[in-house]
T-cell receptor
């Protein structure tokens, strides 16, 4: 089955700096890669996702890049703010023609701390 | 507001007791999921259901049971056969089995004393 590795497990940055979280996956058939943000005591929320027919996707201060050949994908957060502090999870799945969400395999999470 | 409601938020159980965690959604979603979250291990899939009256085992189903008698409800029972039940349990749903976004509840923290 799919295996997703995520690094680093913790990341501290100064407010305004950029943060990068990296994931690798094992199954070349995976074609859907979402990122979730989990605030303390809450359930995870989708922040951005990418499908394998796209190399990069941006949404304001966040972006995700995908390298299918190397089986890597990364989350980039620019101009970090204190409210970005949370746990971030990457995930991967094989999806049908309409997308994926069924049986996601998650990474182990990155605790991001944005310091003032 | 539409969303997923999990209850209770905190639950304590003695060893040997079964406990049922509730998950209700008013999003009219077809598919529902239960994940277990342990520190440093991410989220692992316990069971999922794509439609009413149907469910499948996930990666760590041993010691757990579910039912899906109604579209909006997907309760999880943690049985005494689960060797290490202390964890944070998350329920989620997607509009259909192949739709991208998982919507999560706020979780239930189970502690076995």
């Amino acid at each position: 089955g799919e295996n997703v590795e995520q690094h680093p497990s913790t990341l501290s940055v100064q407010e305004g700096d950029s943060a990068v979280i990296k994931c690798t996956y094992s199954d070349s058939a995976s074609n859907y890669f979402p990122w979730y943000k989990q605030e303390l005591g809450k359930g995870p929320q989708l922040i951005i996702d990418i499908r394998s027919n796209v190399g990069e996707k941006k949404d304001q201060r966040i972006a995700v890049t995908l390298n299918k050949t190397a089986k890597h994908f990364s989350l980039h957060i620019t101009e970090t703010q204190p409210e970005d502090s949370a746990v971030y999870f990457c995930a991967a799945s094989m999806s049908g023609l309409t997308g994926g969400g069924n049986k996601l395999t998650f990474g182990t999470g990155t605790q991001l701390k944005v310091e003032l | 507001d539409g969303g997923i409601t999990q209850s209770p938020k905190y639950l304590f159980r003695k060893e040997g007791q079964n406990v049922t965690l509730s998950c209700e959604q008013n999003l009219n979603h077809d598919a529902m999921y239960w994940y277990r979250q342990d520190p440093g291990q991410g989220l692992r899939l316990i069971y999922y259901s794509q439609i009413v009256n149907d469910f499948q085992k996930g990666d760590i189903a041993e010691g757990y049971s579910v039912s899906r008698e109604k579209k909006e409800s997907f309760p999880l029972t943690v049985t005494s056969a689960q060797k290490n039940p202390t964890a944070f349990y998350l329920c989620a749903s997607t509009a259909t089995a192949n739709t991208g976004e998982l919507f999560f509840g706020e979780g239930s923290r189970l502690t076995v004393l």
